[in-house]
Nanobody
Framework: QVQLVESGGGLVQAGGSLRLSCAASGRTFSSNAMGWFRQAPGLEREFVASITWSGGSTYYADSVKGRFTISRDNAKNTVYLQMNSLKPEDTAVYYC?????????????????WGQGTQVTVSS
């Protein structure tokens, strides 16, 4: 079993940056693909980014492509989401997710483990 704990959220002005971290416990972390999702009030949880078990391949939602970067450090059992050029529409609770597969997915139902979420608020 993998447990996930996100950190790094907060309040930032538009155009600013934040780096989210997701610390994982469990010996299987390095064999799991990881993803980031977000959920704004009144909206469904949506895919943001994913990364393969090795970190060799990443995938992004069109809305964040070129601004966000997902990465992982398997030695530290941690996955990151670097968020630059933030916009007010990026405001949401951000969730880290793990998948019992080498490859990521854009579908939230295909992830097996979830963190509790961290709030990101971008002011205009």
């Amino acid at each position: 079993q993998v447990q996930l704990v996100e950190s790094g959220g907060g309040l930032v002005q538009a155009g600013g940056s934040l780096r989210l971290s997701c610390a994982a416990s469990g010996r299987t972390f390095s064999s799991n693909a990881m993803g980031w999702f977000r959920q704004a009030p009144g909206l469904e949880r949506e895919f943001v980014a994913s990364i393969t078990w090795s970190g060799g391949s990443t995938y992004y939602a069109d809305s964040v492509k070129g601004r966000f970067t997902i990465s992982r450090d398997n030695a530290k059992n941690t996955v990151y989401l670097q968020m630059n050029s933030l916009k007010p529409e990026d405001t949401a609770v951000y969730y880290c997710a793990g998948r019992r597969s080498s490859y990521g997915s854009v579908k939230r139902d295909e992830y097996n483990y979830w963190g509790q979420g961290t709030q990101v608020t971008v002011s205009s």
